[in-house]
C-alpha cells in the first residue's frame, strides 16, 4: 500500500539525515469566505509570496530522496557581462514611443518598489500606460550590487501577475533564463494557473534543484508518473519539517487517491497558492476563484469549466483590462441565455444590441442599447461595451438616452478626438469632453469641481513639472511618471490637486493622449467616490 511506503519514506529519512530543517515561514492572513458578498479577492502579492517562498536546504547532498526535494540553492553564479533581464520586453521602442533611458538615474530597487506599491485599480488609459510600462524593452536601471540585478523585471512580472495578465507574463518568462531561482518560481506558478504544468514539471525533471518546493518536487513526480518517488520525497520532507503541516493533509491526498475519496472535504489552504489550487483540483474538491487573486480566474475561462464560471471569469478579466472584448462577446453570445437575473441579463442585452448593429438597424440599437448599457454599468464594464461598439455608435443617428450614451461610449476608444468631433453635444458636458478630447479646456465652463481641476490642465500647454516631482524631471522621468499614475488614481477619488498633477506631468513627459483620455474617462465613468 502507498501508507505504508509512505511510512518508509519517514524511517528512511530519519536515518539519513540527523537534523530536519527549519520548515517554511509561517501562513498568512486567512482566506475570506466565498460565500460573503461584501469580502473583496485577496492580494496578488500576498498569493505569490507565499507560492514562491524559498525553503531553507538542510540535510546531506548525496542522500538520493533529497536531490532537488529541498528548494532552490541559496548561491546562484552568473557572469558579470551576461545580459540582464531588465532589458526584456515583449515592445520595442518604436512601438512604445518611450526613450530607451526612461529609468534613467533611479536605481533598480526604488524602480522595482514604486512598481509594486502603485494601485491597480486604474483608469483605462492608466491601465493601458501601466501595461506598455511593464512590458517595454528599455535600457536597464542602475544598480547598486549584484544582487539588485534583475530585480526590476521580477517586480514587473508581479505586478502583471497582480493585475491578472499571464499571457503577458508568461511571454515575458519565456525570455528569460529558467535557470534563475526568482523566474523559475514564476514560470511555475503561471503554468499551473494556464494549464501548462507539464511543461514546468519538465524543467524540474531536468534540473531537480530548481523545484521552488518539496510540495512542487512531489507534485511533479506525481504528474510525471514517479508515484514511488514522489511518496518517498513526501516522507522525507516531512522528516525534515520542509513540509508545513498546513500542507500534510492535502499531499497526503494528493498522493493517495483513495484517502481523498473516504476523506471530509478539505478546508482549504490558507493561503490558497497555485500549486494548492492545483492539488485540490486533483482530489476532487475545486475552489471558486471569485474571491482569490485575479489571476485564478484565467483557469476558468478553460472549456473544461462551465459556460457560467466562464463568464463571470470573462468579465473579471475584462473589467481589470486584461481580457480581449472581442473574447467576452464571444462568451455572451455563445448560446442564449439560460436564466433571467444579473448575468443572465446582460447577455441577452449584449446579445440583442450586438444583433441589432450587425443588421445596422438604428431602431433596433436606440431599444437596446440603453439596456445593454446600464447592464455593464452596473459591473463597471462600460470600457469593455465601448472597445466592442464605441466606433460603430458614432456613425448613427440617435437621439435621446441612446444618442448621449453612443456618444459618451465613442470618446472612450481610441478614436476619441474625431468622434468627439462627429458627434458633439449642445450642452455643458458635451462641450467640456469636445474640449478634453482637442486638449484644450480655455473656451468652455466648468460645472463642478472636477471640471475646474480639469479646466486647470488643459485651458493652456503644459510648462514646468509640478512641484511634486521636483528633482525627478527630466533624469528619473521613469519614476515620475510611475509617481503620476498613482496620483492620477488616487486624486480622482477627490484629491484634485494631486490629480493636477499627475495629469500635467503625463503632459510634459509626452504622454498628451494618456492625459487626454483619462481626463475623458473621469467625467464619463464618473467613479470619483
Not at 450614451?405 to 462627429?422: C, D, G, M, Q, V
Amino acid at each position: 500500500m502507498r501508507t505504508d511506503r509512505r511510512g518508509l519514506a519517514a524511517v528512511l529519512a530519519t536515518i539519513l539525515i540527523a537534523s530536519p530543517g527549519a520548515s517554511l515561514r509561517a501562513q498568512q492572513t486567512a482566506q475570506p469566505a466565498a460565500t460573503d458578498p461584501h469580502v473583496h479577492p485577496m492580494s496578488a502579492i500576498e498569493w505569490l509570496s507565499d507560492s514562491v517562498a524559498q525553503p531553507p536546504r538542510t540535510g546531506s547532498r548525496t542522500a538520493p530522496p533529497l536531490t532537488g526535494a529541498g528548494g532552490i540553492e541559496n548561491i546562484a553564479v552568473q557572469s558579470l557581462d551576461a545580459p540582464s533581464a531588465d532589458t526584456l520586453g515583449l515592445l520595442p521602442p518604436a512601438r512604445t514611443g518611450l526613450p530607451a533611458n526612461l529609468w534613467g538615474a533611479t536605481p533598480a530597487a526604488e524602480l522595482a518598489q514604486a512598481l509594486r506599491e502603485m494601485p491597480i485599480d486604474f483608469l483605462p488609459s492608466l491601465h493601458g500606460l501601466v501595461m506598455t510600462l511593464l512590458l517595454a524593452e528599455l535600457d536597464p536601471p542602475q544598480v547598486a550590487a549584484p544582487g539588485q540585478r534583475d530585480a526590476l523585471f521580477l517586480a514587473r512580472i508581479d505586478r502583471l501577475l497582480d493585475m491578472g495578465a499571464l499571457e503577458q507574463a508568461h511571454a515575458m518568462l519565456q525570455q528569460a533564463p529558467t535557470t534563475s531561482p526568482g523566474v523559475f518560481r514564476r514560470s511555475f506558478d503561471v503554468a499551473l494557473l494556464l494549464g501548462q504544468e507539464n511543461r514546468a514539471c519538465r524543467i524540474i525533471e531536468r534540473s531537480p534543484a530548481i523545484a521552488p518546493s518539496y510540495a512542487a518536487r512531489i507534485f511533479c513526480l506525481a504528474r510525471t508518473g514517479q508515484w514511488d518517488l514522489a511518496e518517498l520525497t513526501y516522507g522525507t520532507g516531512k522528516v525534515l519539517g520542509q513540509i508545513p503541516a498546513s500542507e500534510q493533509n492535502l499531499l497526503e491526498q494528493f498522493l493517495d487517491p483513495a484517502l481523498a475519496e473516504g476523506a471530509e472535504e478539505m478546508t482549504p489552504p490558507d493561503p490558497v497558492t497555485p500549486l494548492a489550487y492545483k492539488m485540490m483540483e486533483a482530489i476532487g474538491q475545486p475552489l471558486p476563484t471569485a474571491t482569490l487573486p485575479l489571476a485564478f480566474a484565467q483557469a476558468d475561462l478553460t472549456e473544461n469549466n462551465g459556460w457560467k464560471a466562464q463568464l463571470e471569469a470573462g468579465e473579471r478579466l475584462a473589467r481589470a483590462g486584461v481580457l480581449d472584448p472581442n473574447r467576452l462577446l464571444g462568451l455572451y453570445t455563445e448560446r442564449k441565455a439560460a436564466a433571467s437575473g444579473g448575468l443572465w441579463d446582460r447577455v441577452a442585452a449584449i446579445t440583442a444590441l450586438d444583433q441589432a448593429l450587425r443588421k445596422s438597424d438604428s431602431a433596433a440599437v436606440a431599444r437596446t442599447l440603453p439596456r445593454a448599457y446600464e447592464s455593464m454599468r452596473a459591473e463597471h464594464l462600460e470600457p469593455v461595451l465601448a472597445a466592442l461598439f464605441g466606433d460603430q455608435l458614432s456613425g448613427m443617428e440617435l437621439s435621446g438616452a441612446a444618442g448621449r450614451i453612443a456618444y459618451e461610449l465613442s470618446l472612450l476608444t481610441p478614436a476619441y478626438e474625431e468622434n468627439a468631433r462627429l458627434g458633439a453635444k449642445a450642452d455643458p458636458q458635451g462641450a467640456l469632453l469636445q474640449a478634453l478630447a482637442k486638449g484644450d479646456t480655455s473656451g468652455v465652463d466648468a460645472r463642478d469641481g472636477l471640471g475646474e481641476a480639469l479646466k486647470t490642465v488643459f485651458d493652456a500647454a503644459p510648462g514646468d513639472p509640478p512641484q511634486r516631482y521636483e528633482g525627478l524631471v527630466p533624469d528619473q522621468l521613469g519614476l515620475a511618471i510611475i509617481r503620476a499614475i498613482g496620483d492620477v488614481s488616487e486624486g480622482a477619488k477627490g484629491d484634485y490637486p494631486r490629480l493636477q498633477d499627475g495629469l500635467q506631468l503625463l503632459r510634459l513627459a509626452g504622454l498628451e493622449t494618456v492625459a487626454r483620455r483619462s481626463a475623458i474617462e473621469l467625467v464619463v465613468l464618473e467613479r470619483r467616490e
